[in-house]
DNA sequence: TTGCCCTAACTGTGATCTCAGATCGCGCGC
DNA sequence: GCGCGCGATCTGAGATCACAGTTAGGGCAA
């Protein structure tokens, strides 16, 4: 290595507060933390091992992302969504998710299709693992592929904040043969809408899209979990 | 005031974070913060007159919210976008915007359609003042009512976001005659909303909400104010 | 004059403490 | 048995301090 190499990336550490909001996110997404829990700050920094400080961080980042909300006794706490306003969310989210579905047709690079036919089959692997974990992952990475390859970024932070919401209800922890039913849906409708890019067809990518978010919610509301 | 008297509201005041919070967002959505501003957190808190605490749980909930940046070197700022990355926003506002105006449209009650035209009267007011401050709170009010009236609460938030992005580019503080010019279209496209949610008219309200949208990114683009 | 180095000041991040409000549990009185 | 009050504990918000990285300015040498 002399002082004419131009190849060494600059390091940059992540802050302890992004690193907590990494872990909060993942937990979200995961379903770990579920409608309604409680966030309690002290003994979130005991568990990850850092003060109160980057914790009060990341949680005001994911208050001011609605993942979070500030309940009048000042606690922290997953939101607990009525269903009118989970099919709000739901709405909203079809809205733009089969729109950058759509803009990923027509715009995706042949290696972002290879990436995404990649990610079908990891998530078609996934659903043989024992615990939904591999599986919710697998399906955000084909998800979020997908968004990426629309080539609009603010279009994937909007996503991305909605997902946060989404997470905690659409991945609850369920039994496993609910969960089967349920994830047999969506590998169909995965595998229409990585036809459907192939295709360059971005309707039919937009229908897929629309149909997997539909019939997750759809799933959700038909059970007795959220509050009128 | 008896014991049965139920009509008191609770007392909850805001939090000095909530304060800085509201505070910085009305200087990002006034052009008062422009792209590339530092925040430096010691120095706000100072003006503010409150301690370095609740200057950096706002900051962080405006870090999340994408209306600031923090910089490679950690400083904390406005940030500067690209013309490609205005363009982006400009699309996701239009796709969101439109969207909202045409359930606006749909769904507005009777005292929302009023107070669209008043706050539309509003507007017209304000463009008489000799400052840029009433006609860019005028322009916020009458949009946000208008989005309010779609009953979409998620897309509100949405909404929400990109406005604190795009407020700073947008309301950069103007020589009074190119304002002028600015406006009076925007007065003309307001007047045309106002009109298509009375009648009504989903497609009309989504084309002048666009129309205002475009019209207004493009005199941005039309001026050497962001690096390509 | 220019470039490099050093030092002081600035700045965000994290730690810790204090305060005030909320909650919970227990005891007492009706 | 139930309700109320009190005290202890918990909890988020705010203040303050320390640390480490960054920046800017000044001085010196080539």
Request: avoid cysteine.
């Amino acid at each position: 290595m002399t002082s004419q190499d131009k190849t060494i990336t600059p390091l940059r550490v992540a802050s302890l507060a992004s690193q907590v909001h990494d872990a909060l996110t993942e937990m979200l997404l995961s379903g770990e933390l579920r409608p309604d829990d409680r966030i309690p700050m002290r003994e979130l920094a005991e568990r990850l091992g850092v003060s109160v400080m980057p914790v009060r961080d990341a949680v005001a980042r994911l208050v001011a992302q609605q993942a979070l909300v500030v309940l009048p006794n000042r606690a922290v706490a997953v939101p607990l969504l009525t269903r009118g306003q989970f099919r709000d969310l739901t709405e909203v989210r079809v809205h733009n998710e089969t729109h950058a579905a759509a803009l990923a047709a027509r715009h995706a690079t042949p290696a972002q299709v290879a990436a995404l036919r990649q990610a079908d089959a990891a998530f078609a692997q996934a659903l043989g693992a024992p615990d939904a974990k591999p599986s919710v992952r697998a399906n955000k990475e084909l998800h979020f592929l997908l968004y990426e390859a629309a080539g609009s970024a603010v279009l994937v932070e909007v996503i991305r904040a909605l997902w946060l919401k989404a997470g905690p209800i659409i991945n609850l922890d369920l039994e496993q043969d609910t969960r089967r039913r349920r994830t047999a849906v969506s590998r169909a409708l995965h595998g229409q809408l990585v036809q459907a890019v192939e295709a360059r067809d971005p309707q039919a990518a937009a229908d897929a899209v629309e149909a997997d978010i539909r019939s997750a919610a759809e799933f959700i509301l038909s059970r007795d979990i959220l509050p009128a």
